[in-house]
């Protein structure tokens, strides 16, 4: 089990530059999730998709990003334009998810993305 | 927002000795979580406690937890220059996970 893949794992761009981050779920796992972690915030969940669907997106800080997940192997994360403000570690997750179940969700080691 | 606070923010134990943190939460809850994050990686699921369990073990990891004053607490026995990490409790609502601010814990060899 390769677990979950995120590339890159560090980015560094000047503020205006666009941004994308990817991530590759654990094989047959139905629910992908974002997260942003800073010292200040702590772990944020940006947005939750379920069968390549996004169910909650309540947590995008504003228009300039975007997630999308074109199938159950691949999502993406984008923001345009980046500001300095974005700088964090971005996390995705995977789990098994159905109604009433529990499973743990399993991370990938995050993109470190600075922005200058 | 963060549904859970941990206690303490840091710990520092000699290896060998035991780490015990702690977990408040806000609203009822379904199951609590801990996770684990090492410098530089993703975290790491560790145990999953259910609100009608009160204690789990998993190995040297022993977590309690109290519902009616929405607290959980992690015991690490026995512990190693490997447990140094990042602990974070997290609440689940739905397919929601909230987290706490996490305890960092240094175990010295």
């Known amino acids: 089990d390769a677990g979950v893949i995120q590339s890159p794992r560090h980015e560094v761009t000047e503020m205006g530059q666009e941004v994308t981050l990817r991530c590759k779920p654990i094989s047959g796992h139905n629910s992908l999730f974002w997260y942003r972690q800073t010292m200040m915030r702590g772990l944020e969940l940006l947005i939750y998709?379920?069968?390549?669907?996004?169910?909650?997106d309540s947590g995008m800080p504003e228009d300039r990003f975007s997630a999308k997940m074109p199938n159950a192997s691949f999502s993406t994360l984008k923001i345009q334009p980046s500001e300095p403000r974005d700088s964090a570690v971005y996390f995705c997750?995977?789990?098994?998810?159905?109604?009433?179940?529990?499973?743990?969700?399993?991370f990938g080691d995050g993109t470190r993305l600075s922005i200058l | 927002s963060q549904q859970g606070e941990e206690d303490p923010q840091a710990l520092s134990i000699q290896e060998g000795e035991n780490a015990t943190m702690n977990c408040s939460y806000k609203t009822s809850i379904n199951n609590l979580q801990w996770y684990r994050q090492n410098s530089g990686r993703g975290l790491v699921h560790l145990i999953l406690i259910r609100s009608n369990e009160r204690e789990k073990h998993s190995g040297r990891l022993r977590v309690t937890l109290d519902t009616s004053k929405k607290s959980s607490s992690l015991l690490i026995t026995a512990s190693r220059a490997a447990d140094t990490a990042s602990y974070f409790c997290?609440?689940?609502?739905?397919?929601?996970?909230?987290f706490g601010a996490g305890t960092t814990v240094t175990v010295r060899a």
């Open positions: 997290a609440t689940l609502d739905d397919y929601r996970l909230s």
């Open positions: 997750a995977s789990s098994q998810t159905g109604q009433g179940a529990s499973q743990p969700q399993h």
């Open positions: 998709f379920n069968n390549n669907v996004p169910i909650d």
